[in-house]
């Protein structure tokens, strides 16, 4: 009855243990009693070696197995049943051409008889499982058929409780990852981070500190380039939704449908190509922030939608009769003057007031051209780590190239600027005037030639003149409208001095 009782125990232990070193113990300390032996050992397959993932430490074990307790594949009793697949009854051990007393006698003071089966799952041997010195009598057949019934459950056990250990392992592996990305994020988006010592810029500081722990929606404007998305991702991780996820979506990249179906998601079915439920970013960001860039660029079907959101709280997914419910935070941006295109009927009114509750306004670099100093420096640190050099620094020649230069395309043009000076730049060198690009380089000769120029005044107006034209048409992709802005001309004003000049574009 006790014999029946313990199998019945061990059995039945064996399917609700997922603690690998738990099951161990207890599988040990079951067929050491089941079997009236001194001690039992599981010896493991890891990598063409043999381990022992748990020892007695009351027993004897040698001192060079004490770390690690690993062992070749060619060693002992227990190394001979796992390379044959075959299990064995020893009453002499220590007779036995297979013995190696460092590692057979582990777990007992000293070895007289063994009992060992190979443990096999799904076809490949992961281990064997050995009992020593039965206490009043020798081990027999019925001893090892008893344990072979036993292997078959404990090696799948086995491989479950390995199976476990190895996601919860992975699982604390990527809690910890999380954990430091996240802390690696806010601490990129914090807003000693954000350069600038400008006055404007302290101000755009000011207004964030305001709303950044408010659920208000915030509309940043600024032209390309000048860091909306930046500003965006800081509101979000210095706030109290940073646990929760930041999505960025384009309004400009994706058509009208398209655009619904991530914004919103899709049931199986909705179009062409829907073969399953979809969410869409605003259900993934529930409980976060979403930021919705060049959000001017909507169609007044779209723009219809997102004014629910905001109303009402509520998405439809495309094809859904039914709404839910989402907690968003919004924020978007625009490179346009929004109450422009809201008289000119080209966006709506209402939705207007809704976004614009709190609005930042970004200015350009050309506003702030004392930061360009700060700015530079930081993007030369930056990209110097990034490619392994230890770039000195700039000339005084090209710090005023750059000082001088407009920059259309705001911070990220200088961050480009920087980024392809470090590539070309020679190691443990300065940044001399003739590595920056041409136009950047161009701009600043031409005003040092102006200003040494000798002679006919007005000539000198106009050769100046037309390079600044050429040169912002060019930077400006022939954008009139930003070309005149950037020079401070009326469109009627350039476009009469590109004919005086015979400037086509």
Known sequence: MQELSLLYDISSSLNAMIE???LLRFTTAKISMLL???????ILVDKNELYLPLVNEKAATPPELVNGHRFPMNRGICGWVIREGKGLVVSTATEDPRYDPHIDNIGVSGLRSILCTPLQSKGAIIGAIATKNKLDS????????????LAGNLAISIENARLYKELKEA??????ENIFLKQEVEKRYKFDQIIGNNPKMRKVFELLEK??????????????GTGKELIARAIHYNSRRKDRRFIDQNCSALPETLLESELFGNKKGAFTGAVSDRKGLFEMADGGTIFLDEISETSPAMQAK??????????????DTNYKKVDVRILSATNKDLKKEVDSGRFREDLYYRLNV????????????DDIVLLAKHFLTKFSQRMHKSIRGFSKEAMEALLNYPFPGNIRELEHEIERVVTIAP???????DLLSDHVRQRDELLTLAMNEKGNLKKTIEKVERHMIEESLKALRGNKSRVARELGLSRVGLQKKMKRYGINC
């Open 20 to 22: 690998i070193e738990e």
């Open 36 to 42: 009236e032996a001194e001690n039992t050992s599981i």
């Open 138 to 149: 020798m081990f027999s057949e019925e001893d090892l058929h008893l344990l072979n019934t």
């Open 171 to 176: 699982k604390e592996r990527l809690n910890a």
């Open 211 to 224: 709303v950044i722990d408010t659920p208000t929606t915030v509309l940043i404007q600024g032209e390309t």
């Open 306 to 319: 997102l004014l629910r959101v905001l109303e009402e709280g509520e998405i439809r997914p495309l094809g």
């Open 358 to 369: 709190f609005p930042i306004v970004l200015p350009p670099l050309r506003e702030r051209k």
């Open 427 to 433: 190691d443990q060198e300065i940044i001399q005037i």
